[in-house]
């Protein structure tokens, strides 16, 4: 499979401050990207470069099969982590100047960027301007302008900000469907969860720097064993049991993680009676847990 994105060894400093440090990738194509670390990672200046806006200081970055990014920029999507509108435009015609950005004709634009706003459910607002929208509208009328050129490689830095969980939903089927369409798809983040549940390749990176990549089941079965926990009752009893060797505790459900010689029946066994359990499962270890572990243990 050819690859819709590689970076070869790319480096970009502001000053003293090392911002991306040596980043190698290669992204298939047609696949979910999750371009994942937490703020300040390095992510979005990793993009801008992708995009051409920076450039880097040495590296390669070839896209669509292009050195030059800039060639390629019809071909290509982007929501920034920045949301602007232009507040006092009119939605659909904000929608149909960024499509003529991207090289549509006037003719097609417009009634391409109507037809958008209706699947959204946002036909009735073609004719408001931007400052009546809420936070969550206009997200979504950005990720609209973002789309409407029908760009084969598609960049969401944090797409899902300030939507609300109807709208991930609405966010997230439309990335699907894109993957299903052929496109390629990457999006950064730092909630692990959103993740988890799309992306077919991940990479993880923290102060400008790889901590790990590779596709989603290589990164997951690459960590210890864990056991899942659902209860109800005080989080204490968790601490100190056999064969643990890290707790994460969300109040509710808690994540524990093994090591090679733990026992689960003897954790159980241990458990009964100090907490009420709901649920009690083996897994491999969550995104959210491996990205604990492995930034917790580059910082």
């Known amino acids: 499979m050819e690859n819709a994105l590689t970076l070869d060894k790319v480096s970009k400093s502001f000053g003293d401050v090392i911002a991306v440090d040596a980043l190698s990738a290669a992204i298939p ?119 409407l050129h ?17 709208n991930v939903d609405v966010v997230r089927d439309v990335v699907l469907q894109m993957k299903r369409d052929g496109k390629t798809v990457i999006f950064s983040t730092h909630i692990m969860s959103q993740a988890e549940q799309m992306c077919d390749y991940i990479m993880l990176v923290n102060g400008g720097q790889k901590l790990l990549d590779g596709s989603l089941a290589e990164v997951k079965q690459s960590g210890d064993k864990s056991i899942i926990i659902d209860y109800d009752g005080p989080g204490n009893v968790f601490q100190g049991l056999p064969g643990v060797t890290s ?17 689960p029946q003897e954790i159980l066994a241990r458990l009964i009676g100090k907490v009420t359990i709901r649920r009690f499962d083996m897994s491999e270890p969550s995104l959210h847990e491996i990205f604990i572990r492995t930034v917790g243990g580059a910082s």
Request: charged share 25%.
């Open 150 to 166: 029908d760009p084969e490689l598609v960049i969401l830095d944090e797409p899902f900000s300030g939507l609300d969980p109807v």
């Open 29 to 147: 194509q047609g696949c979910i990207y999750g371009f994942l670390g937490p703020n300040g990672a390095g992510k979005t200046t990793t993009i801008r470069m992708i995009m051409s806006i920076l450039y880097p200081d040495s590296g390669c970055i070839s896209v669509l099969g292009n050195t030059n990014p800039e060639a390629v920029k019809d071909r290509l999507g982007y929501l920034p982590e920045e949301k602007g509108l232009y507040k006092k435009m009119k939605v659909i015609d904000l929608i149909t100047y960024f499509g003529r950005l991207k090289g549509l004709p006037a003719r097609s634009a417009r009634p391409e960027a109507l037809e958008l706003l209706n699947r959204w459910g946002l036909g009735n607002w073609a004719d408001k301007k931007c400052d009546a929208l809420s936070k969550g509208m206009g997200q979504k009328v950005q990720i609209i302008s973002t789309l």
């Open 247 to 263: 707790v994460n505790d969300a109040g509710k459900q808690v994540e524990l993680s093994l090591a090679d010689d733990a026992d």
